[in-house]
């Protein structure tokens, strides 16, 4: 089980970046954990953006999964290089707080970092996978930031969500329990 979810996890992580080409969005994972991948790059025309922010509403606001998950190409919080993302907050922030979606999880920035929990949801930036890094300093929404080559691994029981990462060389450099909203 838990590899199969961490394939739909993969899965979604590659349908995420193949989206912010096409302008569209994708629904992946059934039972415990719903995973959402959206095109949040801007690309693509005004109605296109509104019919994939209609989509987004419309699926979290039926979704009865225990587990929801976002996931983007641009951090909406972050420490690293691009920082934090006003409109990204505004447009997306806001309505995974109001459907209670527990993590959001992207790339672009080269490094990792896991946020505290900012309304209720954790932001996690999974970008040490393979081109050059770039440095992070650590800000008061920052669990863990470091500039390393990693991965992460997602585990979902019926009660926590375990957010687990590791460096190229096969250390943990973090773990945390996100909360059930």
């Keep these: 089980m838990r590899r199969r979810q961490l394939l739909q996890l993969l899965s979604a992580s590659a349908m995420a970046a193949s989206l912010a080409v096409a302008g569209s969005t994708a629904l992946a994972g059934s039972g415990r954990v719903r995973f959402l991948a959206v095109a949040d790059t801007g690309s693509g025309n005004s109605h296109q953006r509104a019919v994939g922010a209609q989509w987004l509403r419309s699926v979290l606001g039926s979704s009865t999964a225990p587990w929801k998950v976002v996931v983007g190409h641009h951090p909406i919080y972050s420490s690293g290089y691009y920082g934090n993302n006003a409109s990204l907050q505004a447009k997306i922030g806001a309505l ?63 009660k926590e969500l375990t957010v687990a990462a590791w460096d190229s060389k096969g250390q943990l450099i973090d773990r945390a329990v996100v909360a059930r909203r």
């Design 96 to 158: 995974m707080q109001r459907h209670g979606v527990q993590l959001y999880i992207n790339g672009h920035e080269h490094n990792y970092e896991r946020s505290r929990p900012i309304d209720g949801i954790t932001y996690l930036v999974v970008g040490g996978g393979g081109a050059s890094l770039r440095p992070i300093l650590p800000t008061d929404q920052s669990a863990r930031a470091i500039s390393t080559y990693s991965f992460a691994e997602i585990e979902a029981g019926p």
